[in-house]
Nanobody, 123 residues
């Protein structure tokens, strides 16, 4: 069983940056993937970004491309999602998920999910 814990959300001004962290309790092998999804109030859950633990590939939604970046701390088994120039419509609960195989933007391919962390934006 892999436990997934998110941190780093909170309140930010639209246009500013936030960094979310996702830590997995253990790693099944050296090639699992992590993804970020978000769900705004009254909306469907949508894909944000994904990365393979070995670094490639990184995949971003069209909205995130060019503004969001992914980094990793292997020793801490943690992935970071840096979100720059945040838009008001990006306020949502952000979920991190872990997949044993590359699943890209397909949420059904992710095996373990965190509880989610709230990102609230003000203008």
């Amino acid at each position: 069983q892999v436990q997934v814990v998110e941190s780093g959300g909170g309140l930010a001004r639209a246009g500013d940056s936030l960094r979310l962290s996702c830590t997995a309790s253990e790693r099944a092998d050296t090639s699992y993937a992590m993804g970020w999804f978000r769900q705004a109030p009254g909306q469907e859950r949508e894909f944000v970004a994904a990365t393979a633990w070995d670094g490639e590939p990184n995949l971003f939604s069209d909205s995130a491309e060019g503004r969001f970046t992914i980094s990793r701390d292997y020793a801490k088994k943690t992935m970071y999602l840096k979100m720059d120039r945040l838009k008001p419509e990006e306020r949502a609960v952000y979920h991190c998920a872990v997949a044993m195989y590359w699943s890209g933007s397909y949420s059904t391919g992710y095996d373990y999910w965190g509880q989610g962390i709230k990102v609230t934006l003000y203008s």
